[in-house]
């Protein structure tokens, strides 16, 4: 009798599925963006004395200084069994003096902003394989997917309260679908809040046709700050590291 029931409890817990909590986590005073559990996940604020990159061997130095030196103020890693499919998350910032919010914008200017980012990334020598506008919970992003330094990129570009967002996933092999719904769920469910621009009337008219003139120039001011894959970060280190420690165990 016990043997059978513990084969049908056994049964039972086939169907049931497994939940992944995610947690969110502060990027800056106006971004919230939420991983799943098994995610590890650093930012500028929690770096300190910080347990999970004591456990993965990273200094909080490292990460202080990678911070400062790539415009850096999320990184995440998700590892997997293949070192070519461990996914790398960054949130990259940088301030943009001629643009407040884009999705405050014109669908016609927004379609010219990310014209004009997509042209820039190009003449960057980067090999952008797709791009669009993406709109998703109030906001409007250029969408990109791009090769470079051997690495495959999708990346998410925004402006809100006069700053640049990039948020990126990185990986060595190619995205499969799943992977894109995954990393567009955390594009999703992020949380900015918005703050409107202060303009007297007076400048209203002025400041629109500003911004149509210099939707060209403030985006090859941003791209150069923000576009590209990040080589050597929190993968690069801790790939090396086991690398290396494999190694020594086989001398």
Do not use: C, H
């Not at 086939?14 to 990027?27: G, R, W």
């Not at 790539?70 to 070192?83: E, G, K, P, Q, Y």
């Not at 927004?110 to 960057?124: P, R, T």
């Amino acid at each position: 009798m016990k043997k059978k029931i513990f084969a049908m409890f056994a049964l039972l817990l086939l169907f049931i599925p497994s939940f992944v909590f995610a947690k969110s986590y502060d990027v800056d005073e106006y971004l919230k963006l939420d991983f799943d559990d098994d995610w590890y996940v650093f930012t500028k604020s929690n770096i300190k004395d910080n347990k999970e990159l004591e456990e993965l061997g990273v200094s909080e130095e490292y990460m202080e200084n990678l911070f400062k030196s790539s415009n850096v103020v999320v990184d995440a890693i998700l590892f997997a069994d293949d070192n070519n499919d461990t996914k790398e998350v960054f949130v990259r910032t940088t301030e943009t003096k001629d643009l407040y919010n884009l999705n405050d914008n014109t669908d016609s200017y927004i379609n010219e902003f990310a014209d004009g980012f997509i042209s820039s990334v190009k003449e960057q020598g980067i090999e952008v394989v797709n791009s669009k506008v993406y709109k998703s919970n109030n906001n409007a992003y250029v969408y990109l997917e791009y090769f470079d330094s051997n690495l495959n990129v999708i990346e998410y570009f925004t402006v809100v309260n006069g700053n640049g967002y990039a948020i990126q996933v990185q990986k060595t092999n190619s995205f499969t679908e799943s992977e894109k719904d995954s990393f567009e769920e955390i594009i999703d469910k992020a949380s900015f809040k918005i703050l409107k621009q202060e303009k007297n009337d007076d400048n209203n008219k002025e400041q629109e046709k500003e911004n149509n003139k210099s939707s060209n120039y403030v985006t090859n001011i941003i791209v150069g700050a923000v576009i590209g894959a990040l080589v050597g970060a929190l993968y690069g280190l801790i790939y090396t590291k086991r690398k290396a420690k494999k190694n020594k165990s086989e001398k």
